[in-house]
């Protein structure tokens, strides 16, 4: 059975630091491509970052660049996402999301099987 779980949510203020985890069991995670998402009251569900199974790229939303950056370490089945410079509207629920999905294919909600249960992310200004 796969399991997605996320941890390091929180509040935090405008121009803070959070770093994202998400553990991943019961698949084989080198694999995998692993991705960020996250999903704003009333509002869809969008990428924020991706990592690829090969470990060697990576993809950020523009809203994003430069500000957070995906790792991920094979070894303990996690992929982490630091996030800098925070602002309000970073406030979501963020998700990671794990599938044998085409690199091309990344930024695509309906290409990921599995999903963690989202932890909340939330900046005060």
């Known amino acids: 059975q796969v399991q997605l779980v996320e941890s390091g949510g929180g509040l935090v203020q405008a121009g803070g630091s959070l770093r994202l985890s998400c553990a991943a069991s019961?698949?084989?995670?080198?694999?995998?491509?692993m991705g960020w998402f996250r999903q704003a009251p009333g509002k869809e569900r969008e990428v924020v970052s991706a990592?690829?199974?090969?470990?060697?790229?990576?993809d950020y939303a523009d809203s994003v660049k430069g500000r957070f950056t995906i790792s991920r370490d094979n070894a303990k089945n996690t992929v982490y996402v630091q996030m800098n410079s925070l602002k309000p509207e970073d406030t979501a629920v963020y998700y990671c999301a794990a599938d044998l999905t085409a690199w091309s294919r990344r930024t695509s909600r309906s290409s990921y099987k599995y999903w963690g249960q989202g932890t909340q992310v939330t900046v005060s200004s």
């Open positions: 990592f690829s199974w090969t470990g060697r790229t990576t």
């Open positions: 019961g698949l084989t995670f080198s694999t995998y491509t």
